[in-house]
């Protein structure tokens, strides 16, 4: 591990100030940024320690929540679980209790792809670690690979469940830089991978996330976090659904639907949702048709064509999961 400064920011303005020197980065739950120093992925002349800052609220308002970026995963579990189980549920199957005590809302939503590749002791080539020398898990153990939006230059997924429930009820990411603050959907917030796999985000290095939003709706309390790994505990997904619904006598009215563990970022099933509403949760020839509709632009490579037939298998018990929670009117 490089050697590196450490320091505390006392306010927001003095964090921004910080990271306006490319040397330096924030750290706040640890949970991550501890693993980058071990593992050589970052080496940051010094670290800016944020977790004074007063980003931890959780506050549920009439018309949604707004979580702070410094909030614990294991504060906000509970918080969110009534009205918003897909989030609680994304939360609780996430990591360990001792990490969730640890790691914070923004934090969770930055985490780097645990392909074994990225993440190897000896340095192999990678373009996210190691720009222009390849990609070796392209032709090399794809199993727990994307599906969907890979390049020739990466075919990584991202780890976080958390961001998977968010993409699923259209939330926001809160940034401020020295340009201001701006609001960006969850859903645009990573970019796939293309030719420059090392920018993962829309976040400039200059920018913090200071809070993500969650509008409130009738499909928040229908809704389910389904996901599915090789070990029942503290470990990340292979394939994960988030699904929330309205509907009106158990005719589908409106419905969200994101993928984890399929790509660099939450995959919304687009052609799903649009294909479901006028559907009976009880048609489940239907319901698998819809789902279907989703994966003609899959792009499985050697090792993981099991995750296209996992990822709709998985959709369609998330959906009944979900539509089980309560007729809910649109």
């Not at 199993?143 to 998977?164: E, K, L, N, Y």
């Not at 929670?325 to 649109?330: F, K």
Request: aromatic share 6%; net charge neutral; with cysteine.
């Amino acid at each position: 591990m490089k050697a590196f400064a450490y320091a505390k920011a006392p306010d927001l303005a003095a964090a921004l100030a910080a990271i306006e020197d490319p040397g330096t980065s924030v750290i706040a739950g640890g949970t991550e940024m501890v693993n980058w120093l071990k593992e050589g992925i970052a080496t940051p002349e010094r670290l800016v320690d944020i977790n004074g800052l007063p980003l931890d609220g959780i506050d549920a308002r009439p018309e949604g929540l707004r979580l702070g970026a410094l909030a614990r995963m294991s504060d906000a579990a509970p918080v969110v679980a009534a009205e918003y189980p897909v989030l609680a549920e994304s939360l609780l199957c996430a990591a360990s209790p001792q990490l969730r005590n640890m790691a914070s809302l923004g934090g969770n939503l930055l985490q780097r792809t645990r392909c074994p590749y990225f993440r190897a002791e000896v340095l192999l080539p990678c373009n996210k670690r190691a720009p222009g020398s390849g990609c070796a898990a392209r032709h090399g153990e794809t199993r727990t690979q994307a599906i969907f939006g890979w390049s020739d230059a990466c075919v990584a997924t991202h780890p976080s469940d958390f961001a998977v429930a968010l993409a699923a009820l259209d939330a926001t990411v809160i940034i401020v830089g020295p340009r201001g603050e701006r609001t960006v959907p969850v859903t645009g917030f990573y970019r796939l991978p293309g030719d420059d796999p090392t920018v993962e985000t829309v976040l400039a290095p200059d920018e913090l996330v200071t809070a993500i939003d969650v509008p409130a709706g009738p499909h928040t309390r229908a809704s389910h976090y389904l996901k599915v790994r090789e070990r029942a505990s503290y470990e990340f997904a292979m394939v994960a659904v988030a699904a929330a619904l309205a509907h009106d006598g158990g005719v589908v009215t409106d419905a969200r639907l994101a993928l984890g563990g399929v790509a660099a970022r939450p995959w919304r099933l687009d052609r799903t949702e649009a294909a479901l509403r006028g559907v009976s949760l009880d048609d489940t020839e239907a319901l698998r048709a819809a789902v279907a509709a989703s994966f003609a632009e899959a792009r499985p490579l050697a090792g993981n064509a099991f995750k296209v037939k996992l990822a709709q298998r998985a959709t369609l018990r998330a959906l009944t999961t979900a539509g089980s929670r309560g007729m809910v009117a649109s």
